[in-house]
C-alpha cells in the first residue's frame, strides 16, 4: 500500500500501488479523486458531495447506491445485497472534530464503459460519510468487475487473476486508512 495524496493533501488514503491516478490521463471533476486498475478493471473514487438533507442516515448508503446506479444507467439493473454501518473502528485514522454517521452499500450493477451495448456486472462498495454540520458527505467507491461482456472493451485489457485482493478486503483497508489533514476543505 502506498499513501496518496487527496484534494491536494488536504485528505490521504492508502492504496495499492497498482492503482493509478485517472486524471493523467483523462478529466476528472474537482470533487472528485478517481484512482484505476487497467488490469483488473477495478476504480477507487473519492467523492466530496453536498449533504442531502432529506434523506435519513439510514437511508444514506443507499441512496448514494442508487445515485451511482443511475450515473450508470443501471437503476433498473441493480441491487443493493448489504447496507453495513460504519463504526470508529472501521474508520480508525479518520479523526473528525464533527460528528459524523457513516455506513455503507454493497450491491451489483450492469454497467457499460464508454455508452457501449455490451454490458459487465460490477460489485459496487460505497462508504457514506455524512457530516452535517459542513453540509458535507464524503463518499468511497470501489468497483470490481464480476463478469465482462465479451464485446466490452474493458473485455481487451481485463486480466483475470486469482492473485487480486480481496475486494472487501481493499475497500475496508483503504476506508481504515482515510484521514483528514485539512479540514478547511470543507468550507464554502
Sequence with gaps: M???????????ASLPPRFFD?????????H????????TDQALIFEIVSHVSDVP???AAGFHFREIAATNDSLDQMQIAEIINLTP????SLRSPHNLFASAAVGLQSVSKFRETAR????V???????????TEILVSLTTPISIHPESSSALSFVPNSETED???????????LSVIDWGLFCP
Design 120 to 123: 459487465n456486472t460490477v460489485k
Design 22 to 30: 485517472a486524471s493523467n490521463v483523462r478529466h476528472v471533476p474537482d
Design 32 to 39: 472528485q479523486e478517481v484512482f484505476t486498475d487497467s488490469n
Design 89 to 92: 473502528g472501521h474508520l480508525p
Design 2 to 12: 502506498r499513501l496518496v495524496d487527496l484534494y491536494g493533501g488536504a485528505m490521504k
Design 167 to 177: 475486494p472487501s478486503r481493499l475497500f475496508f483497508s483503504v476506508l481504515s486508512s
Design 57 to 59: 442516515d439510514a437511508e
Design 125 to 135: 462498495f460505497v462508504a457514506t460519510l455524512r457530516i452535517p454540520s459542513i453540509s
